[in-house]
């Protein structure tokens, strides 16, 4: 490539990355072995904390962030989707990776990926994968952190994430998404993300059923590395729970007391989620010598915010954003609302989703909270793989709503401003949720002005 060639602005470079989508998914580790070769393997100077899971590892990635910094680590972490920026995927100590530094590791990699094209038989490295490669040269090359907090694309074995050799690995649980690439049954996914057991890594899960744990059991048996198991090595148990906040007990094998701690997060499974972070904490300070003190991962689990996840955007009226975007998540988000909505409150849900999930089930997963839900609000939104309304309608029927219920929104900003400016003066027990594809949520939360914690960042 001339020099001429090289990228001088930051959108050029995005461009380029995103023009590589055409190569779609392909899943395997040849390319990026031989691209990290090419570049001395920077992979290796970098320790990692190796995140893999279908629901909760988002989540899990941030409370271990915090707690790593409120004691003064250096953490990056490398993370997908995002909501607003691309760059929100890489970052140093939270904040993203600068448009500079972005552009000038593109037109290194750029280079590699053109060669691999050319000189091998694996053909051009994929959009994710190139992705990849300019999270580890950031971190090997520009920023330097203590740690790492690595989390997959998809699936574990064959993802692009999977050339580190971690500290630790962690799987949050196995459910069925993705299931076209990673196999239609509980076992299959859970042999593709036991592919990121590695010799002598200790693995923690949030799993509890027998037969997926028997599949990581068998990996770490070959591997010869410690499995911890939720509920068995280490628990969290919820003690209390209201809009906002929550607080649980947790103890480990690894700890003498057990501690009482407090999120700002609500959902029984964000208790699941820090639990599998803080045994991932015991790990590294018990066998690495991480110090962490007892004030800074208390501090480190309360200050965590996970935009999407239950967020309050509006008080009054109430709005609440939330990213259920597949079955699980919705059944997450079902049994949440029926513990937090008070007596007597009105609940009223806005729900969007991708056109390739399965809809009628997720509808379905709603279905006990029927008799809680005044009104259900379905709608598209601008995005390649977004469901039309009608679509969701009938979706939601054929899940077992009753068509009054049902209402298609054909435009969902002005749904949501006319519900701002009726409710305005409402009592607090109209309940709007605002649910389904991260990327629909991303758009909603974009539209609610800033809230003052994030400004205040």
Known sequence: MHAEERFVEYKQALDWLHGLLRFGQRPGLERMQWVLGELGNPERRVPFIHVAGTNGKGSTCAFLTQMLMEAGYSVGTFTSPYLIDFRERIRYNGSMIAEEDLLQLANEVRVLVDRCEKETEF???????????????????????????WETGLGGRLDSTNVVIPLVSVITNIGLDHTSVLGDNLVDIAGEKAGIIKPGVPVVTGE???????????????????????????????????????????????RRNEETYRLTMNGIHQTDNASIALMTIDILRNYFSFLLEDEEIFRGLQQTRWPGRLEIVSP????????????????????????????????????SGLADKPLSYMAETLLPLQSRIESLYVTTFDFPRAAESEMLHDAFHTGGWEAEKLEAVPDWRAFLLSWMREKQSAKADDWLVVCGSLYFIAQVRAFFPTTVEEAGE
Do not use: C, W
């Open 123 to 149: 053909g051009s490295p994929t959009e994710f994968e190139v992705i990849t490669l300019i999270a580890i040269l950031y971190f090997a090359r520009v920023k330097l952190p203590a740690v790492v907090v």
């Open 316 to 351: 009054r009226p109430l709005v609440i954003l939330d990213g259920a975007h597949n079955q699980e998540g919705m059944e997450a988000l079902a049994g949440s609302l029926e513990r937090l909505l008070p007596e007597g409150a009105r609940l009223h849900l806005l729900f």
């Open 208 to 254: 509890r059923r027998a037969e997926v744990l028997a599949v990581f059991h068998e990996k770490a048996k070959q591997t010869r590395s410690t499995v911890y198991e939720i509920g068995t090595h280490f628990a969290g148990e919820q003690v209390e729970e209201k809009l906002g906040e929550q607080q649980f007990r947790y103890r480990s094998r690894l």
